[in-house]
């Protein structure tokens, strides 16, 4: 009669365990679901940020029409990034007409991007 008794009792719980294990996992699995929702929340808005630079920049470069060596190659990063990312082809054909820029010194760059400002009388956008 104990025996059953004993028997009865552990399989009581041993059911309380497991389905506080059960519960246990299901809550973790939620807060798990929350924070890669939140990882994909941010990707989404560094993809968004970097997509914004590169589009600003290239433009900034295609209407100098040159391009300094060191911001080449940092543009080159910002867009490898990006693409890592999941980015889409939209800065990567801005990128390829800056690829196609001259290449200068920044002292070159420098002269032209103030002989820029001056042809458009004084206006000049950063």
Do not use: W
Not at 91 to 117: A, N, P, W
Request: glycine share 8%.
């Amino acid at each position: 009669m104990l025996d059953i008794f004993f028997n009865n009792l552990l399989a009581v719980i041993g059911t309380l365990f497991a389905t506080a294990f059960i519960m246990m996992m299901k809550g973790l699995k939620t807060r798990l679901d929350s924070i890669l929702n939140l990882f994909e929340k941010i990707k989404d808005g560094v993809v968004g940020l970097l997509k914004y630079r590169l589009y600003y920049n290239c433009q900034y470069y295609l209407r100098i029409h040159c391009i300094p060596i060191d911001e080449l190659s940092e543009l080159e990063v910002l867009y490898k990034k990006y693409e890592n990312l999941g980015g889409n082809g939209k800065c990567k054909s801005l990128l390829e007409q800056v690829r196609t820029l001259e290449v200068v010194t920044v002292e070159e760059f420098e002269k032209r991007k103030y002989r820029d400002i001056f042809r458009k009388g004084g206006k000049h956008e950063s």
